[in-house]
Structures are given as C-alpha cells and as structure tokens.
C-alpha cells in the first residue's frame, strides 16, 4: 500500500514562494497519476495541479495557472508543487494523491473521490 507524506508547508506573504514535497513509500510514483488537492476552512476539497502519463502530462486549475508547476522525480519517489506569487486566497491545507491509473481521462484527474490514496496535508498560510 502506498502511503504519502508531504512537507514544505508553511507561512509566507503575498507574492511569495513555497515549494511543496509529496514524498511516497510503499509504491513507486511512477505507476500511479498524482495531483494536489487543497482545502480551505468551510469550502470543499479542490483540484490544484495533477500530472499523468506516460506521455507526460501536467494540468492546472485556472485559479494557480501560470503560478504553480507540479513536477514528479521517479528515481527519487517525489512529486513536488513549486508555487509562485502567492495570494491570501491560496491559504488551505495541501494534500497529494494518488490515482492507480498513470493516465486517467481528466475528468478523473480533476475529481478527489477516484483517488486511492492520500497523505495527511501540509498547511500553507498566506497572510502579511
């Protein structure tokens, strides 16, 4: 059974810079598709970023594109979320996942409930 672990949370201002890990063990990233998900206080868990394939493939939310990357490191069993510019509105706990198939159709991808397993979260707090 896989299990994940992430880290690299924290508290940062606006405009700053966070790179979060998602580390797994039990399995190897490699035959699962990952993705981020957050969740705010009161609102619903969301799709952040997720990347399947092979063919490589990364996909965003409209809200973090063009500020967040969403990368995976094979050898090391890694996936990693580097984030941007953050916004106050970015402020939720974090959390990875992962999904049997290497390359489900995106309506999967963007849907929390098909994923098989998930770590505990990282809170990321964005505030002056």
């Known amino acids: 059974q896989v299990q994940l672990m992430e880290s690299g949370g924290g508290l940062v201002q606006p405009g700053g810079s966070l790179r979060l890990s998602c580390t797994a063990s039990?399995?190897?990233?490699?035959?699962?598709?990952m993705a981020w998900f957050r969740q705010a206080p009161g609102k619903e868990r969301e799709f952040v970023a997720g990347?399947?394939?092979?063919?490589?493939?990364?996909h965003f939310d409209n809200s973090v594109k063009g500020r967040f990357t969403i990368s995976r490191d094979n050898a090391q069993n890694t996936l990693t979320l580097q984030m941007n510019n953050l916004k106050p509105d970015d402020t939720a706990i974090y959390s990875c996942?992962?999904?049997?198939?290497?390359?489900?159709?995106?309506?999967?991808?963007?849907?929390?409930?098909?994923?098989?397993?998930w770590g505990r979260g990282t809170q990321v707090t964005v505030s002056s």
């Open positions: 039990g399995g190897t990233i490699s035959g699962y598709a």
């Open positions: 990347i399947r394939g092979p063919p490589t493939t990364t």
């Open positions: 996942a992962a999904h049997r198939s290497t390359r489900p159709i995106l309506s999967v991808l963007f849907t929390p409930t098909s994923y098989d397993y």
